[in-house]
């Protein structure tokens, strides 16, 4: 209980948006509150605000005005709890990991000018990171498994600085910061899993990816909990992110979805230090009240620790609230002014002629005015407010802390406008940052930036150890994982898929669909599977899957679904397996990534398949693939309603011919372009082995049209190649058709994918009946893997010049096959230009360049010349062009198959 004070003491300031009718009943109603809050408690005062507000909300009694609260801490120092730990000692730590991780830049400045690194972002996050290492963070050892941090990519610096200190890194490596060519030796300059796999869990420095992927794991972790896989109930997610960070969409744009469901199970720390890259955040406004209003809103917790220690006195005499209303009327810009100016500045321009405020300073000294500190900088508040934070049930929380960039790192640091970019220091700086660090170095060493440690067998770094140890071992830590632990569907799950459909006709989407529905209920990884859709799951066929496994929601069903009376109606239950995002790409991936890293996150690994509108995936959350590859997930994406033609009657935004090519950027990501229902079967398949019985690391994407049409039977290996039938699938180009055209003249080799395949095999019809030119029909599944194997036996070649040299699948593939060749999809040339060079003769490939619009299917493909009759007149071209055939036979063969030689070209709209 906190001692009792007057009501003249806590007389709070006038309200100003509106003028007071009756002073003295206000003044009962505070007094009477004041009186509560003395007594029994500020939790008691906070319940009957609570239940003062509810009674408001039902009867138009809610204040108006911003969700703010005053510019003050949270917790107030009435209601602090005695900090946990050894304040010395920690101070001695965190003197040692200041000065490596400031050391560790320089010095990689100093040998490689321009290599880069940050000082500024860790100085003004050091004691967060270090409150909560030492009293938050769960290792991967703790009870029930660790935590996951997201943690601020800056801030990479400091927590090398740590690791060097526990062992785990060794002054080698923190030499080769930023320089990883050498494998094994460097360090990333940022959190990334790829190239350190047993150290960083998450990518994070792209900027606005680590809140909403921290989000959409803190949801993952309750999806696994619900769902039988793990209990996840003592894991937490946190996110570390700077204020300036905030700026991103995706920063921000998923707050209501954490508090919808009730994500106690997340925290976000955000270092308000009130610094862009280039200057202030905010500079004529408040970014932690603008950031309060923006969480409140959304429904989350929101804890402040904004003053260090000191101002608690200055407070204490500051009766009237003379102080925190100055306090709400500075921007930040000002505050940034006051960093580095004199005391007497301060004092001047923060009393702003305020004599209540001048009486609340006036005790202290330019000395101790100068040593105020923001409560970033206070590793008390710090526990104060992150303790407050965890302890709340059932909403996120977000703690905004207030700090100082480039904190003790000297007067051309210190909140400037230019910390950011800042790289070295000079000896003298140097010298004095030892100083103020008070590190038991010499001069030279201090100016040769000469890494410190205390010892092994110091108080110091025993301290670090047994704080980890209590906590569950040291951080971070990335698991390797198990995935090989699957036990993987038979073979018989995907030989039906070779017999094709008969007479009956289907798209690849349907056809992928009853693949996928098999897969749900394999016995060995039925409840892995994690279908994942962002609300086109009727567009896409999926809506089977609804009654079959439900779609997952925390609260079940609470309401009566309107097509209860449907066998496939929209069905949401607490172990639901569907996870239905809504209109949200970026959400949708996020999931996708959480569980396809689930593997090493909780050693559980999981399959997901996120199926989404092809135009709106690579496009637009590339970024977010990027860092999924970074993360080394593992699964399926499926680009539905692919082609540019192929979708039609949706217009230029919905018409994909470019994913494939955004694809094939991705290093680890194997992209298909599969046009019947043997090839999917045998792509998935062959994802399955690699990502779940080889542990690779690597993803897949694979088109998936709405073209319906009957699905062929395999072709034998005999017809598909040297290689056979399943090579060829995977490696990207098999024979599908022969001509049966006997001793034809000319000859062409027709490449086809996806639904444009059905064009090729129609033009093989026209060149045969019409020219008696003979085309064998292959099918391209991936140009991309084409492109890669040549290269790869390329590079080896070179390396290997007095070996003998390696073919190329392509190569091998083509052997002794007379051109023209000619290549047709329903992507950009520049798709099937990937293979040009390797293949042994006159190579034209087809596509649709330009923009996309709305028609039929017919028209599209006469438009970006893709339809059958096209595809056969710039076969006869070919020939042409090899002086196989006069012009005079070509110009007429055009009228032949209808064609307009005058008709615009698809680039020219």
């Known amino acids: 209980m906190s001692t009792p004070t007057t009501t003249r003491e806590l007389k709070p300031p006038a309200a100003v948006n509106q003028p007071d009718i009756d002073p003295v009943e206000t003044q009962d109603w505070v007094d009477s509150l004041i009186a509560v809050r003395d007594f029994h408690g500020a939790h008691r005062a906070r319940f009957l605000l609570e239940r003062l507000g509810e009674w408001a909300k039902g009867n138009d009694a809610l204040p108006r005005g911003p969700l703010t609260t005053d510019y003050v801490n949270t917790v107030p120092a009435s209601e602090e709890p005695a900090y946990p730990g050894d304040e010395e000692l920690e101070q001695r730590l965190q003197a040692a990991l200041r000065w490596n991780a400031a050391a560790m830049v320089v010095r990689a400045n100093t040998a490689f000018p321009g290599v880069g690194g940050h000082m500024s972002t860790y100085a003004s996050a050091a004691q967060i990171y270090e409150v909560c290492f030492h009293h938050f963070f769960r290792g991967p050892e703790a009870p029930g498994g660790g935590d996951q941090i997201y943690y601020q990519g800056h801030a990479s610096p400091g927590i090398y600085a740590r690791a060097f200190l526990e062992g785990r890194l060794g002054e080698e490596q923190l030499e080769h910061f930023r320089r990883e060519v050498e494998r094994g030796k460097g360090l990333s300059s940022y959190p990334h899993p790829r190239l350190m796999s047993e150290f960083w869990q998450f990518p994070t420095v792209s900027m606005g990816l680590a809140p909403i992927n921290a989000i959409y794991q803190a949801r993952f972790n309750r999806y696994l909990q619900a769902r039988g896989v793990k209990d996840t109930s003592q894991q937490r997610v946190w996110a570390f992110l700077g204020d300036g960070e905030t700026d991103e969409p995706e920063s921000l744009g998923a707050l209501s979805i954490a508090a919808r469901e009730g994500l106690d199970n997340l925290t976000f720390v955000v270092n308000c230090n009130l610094q862009r890259l280039d200057g202030p955040v905010r500079g004529n406004g408040n970014i932690v009240q603008e950031l309060e209003s923006v969480f409140r809103g959304a429904g989350w917790n929101v804890v402040k620790v904004l003053w260090g220690r000191g101002w608690d006195e200055i407070f204490a005499r500051d009766p009237e609230g003379a102080v925190r209303a ?50 970033g900088h206070d ?15 059932g909403q996120p929380s977000v703690v905004l802390v207030q700090s100082v ?4 790192l000297g007067e051309s640091f210190e909140g400037t406008n230019v910390t950011h970019q800042m790289k070295k220091l000079t000896g003298e700086e140097l010298v004095k940052l030892r100083d103020r660090l008070a590190l038991p170095l010499s001069d030279e060493q201090a100016q040769q930036a000469e890494y410190f440690h205390p010892g092994a067998d110091s108080a110091e770094v025993r301290y670090l150890a047994e704080r980890r140890a209590a906590l569950g071992g040291s951080l971070p830590a990335r698991s390797r994982g198990n995935a090989s632990s699957l036990a993987l569907p038979e073979p018989k799950t995907y030989e039906e ?12 989407t349907m056809a992928f669909v009853r693949l996928l529905a098999k897969l749900i209920r394999d016995k060995g990884i039925g409840s892995r599977v994690v279908p994942i859709v962002p609300d086109e799951a009727r567009t896409f066929g999926m809506e089977t899957l609804f009654r079959q496994v439900g779609i997952y929601s925390p609260s079940g069903q609470l309401y009566e679904p309107i097509d209860k009376e449907m066998l496939l109606y929209y069905k949401e239950s607490k ?36 199926a989404f ?18 993360s080394l997930g593992r699964g399926f994406l499926l680009g539905a309603t692919a082609g540019r033609t192929t979708l039609n009657g949706e217009g230029l935004q919905h018409e994909d011919g470019h994913s494939l090519l955004h694809a094939s950027t991705v290093p680890n990501c194997q992209a298909y372009d ?4 043997y090839e999917i079967a045998a792509i998935v398949r062959d994802g399955m082995q690699r990502m779940y019985a080889d542990d690779e690391s690597v993803f897949y994407y694979l088109t998936l049209q709405n073209e319906n049409y009957p699905m062929p039977a395999a072709p034998s290996d005999e017809v598909a190649g040297p290689e056979g039938l399943r090579a060829g699938i995977l490696k990207g180009l098999y024979r599908f058709k022969r001509s049966e055209l006997a001793n034809a003249k000319h000859r062409v080799q027709l490449f086809g994918s996806a639904s444009i395949l059905m064009q090729v095999l129609e033009a093989q019809k026209l060149l045969a009946e019409k020219f008696g030119v003979a085309a064998d029909v292959w099918s391209a ?32 593939a083509l052997e002794g096959v007379s051109g023209p060749f000619l290549a047709a999809s329903d992507y950009m040339k520049t798709l099937a230009d990937q293979i040009a060079r390797w293949i042994p003769g006159r190579f034209v490939p087809l596509g649709t360049d330009g923009f996309g619009m709305s028609d039929t299917r017919e028209a599209l493909r006469r438009h970006f010349e893709v339809d059958a009759a096209s595809i056969a007149y710039a076969a006869l071209d070919a020939l042409r062009a090899e002086g196989k055939l006069d012009a005079k036979t070509v110009a007429a063969a055009a009228k032949t198959l209808g064609l307009d030689p005058e008709k615009l070209a698809p680039m020219a709209i």
């Open 326 to 375: 100055r306090m709400r009327e500075i921007v930040d810009g000002q505050w940034q002014k006051y960093i580095g100016s004199s005391p007497s500045y301060f004092r001047e321009h923060f009393t702003a002629g305020d004599e209540r405020i001048a009486k609340a300073l006036a005790p202290l000294s330019d000395e101790e005015l100068d040593a105020l500190t923001r409560g």
């Open 379 to 393: 590793v008390r508040k710090l526990y104060a407010g992150l303790r407050a934070a965890v302890e709340t049930k």
């Open 405 to 408: 960039k480039g904190w003790l």
């Open 497 to 508: 898929f070779d017999a094709g459909s008969g007479e009956n006709e289907l798209s690849t």
């Open 575 to 610: 172990n639901g397996q569907v996870l239905q995002e809504g209109i949200n790409e970026a959400g949708s991936i996020a999931s996708f990534t959480a569980a396809s890293t689930s593997y090493s996150v909780h050693g559980e690994p999981m399959v997901p398949f996120y």
């Open 613 to 630: 509108y092809s135009m709106f995936g690579f496009q637009r959350v590339g970024d977010q693939i990027w860092a999924l590859g970074d």
């Open 674 to 677: 599969p046009a019947f229902a």
């Open 781 to 812: 599944t991936s140009y991309t893997q084409l492109r890669r194997e040549a290269l790869e036996c390329e590079r080896w070649n070179r390396w290997h010049p007095e070996s003998t040299p390696r073919v190329p699948y392509l190569t091998r």
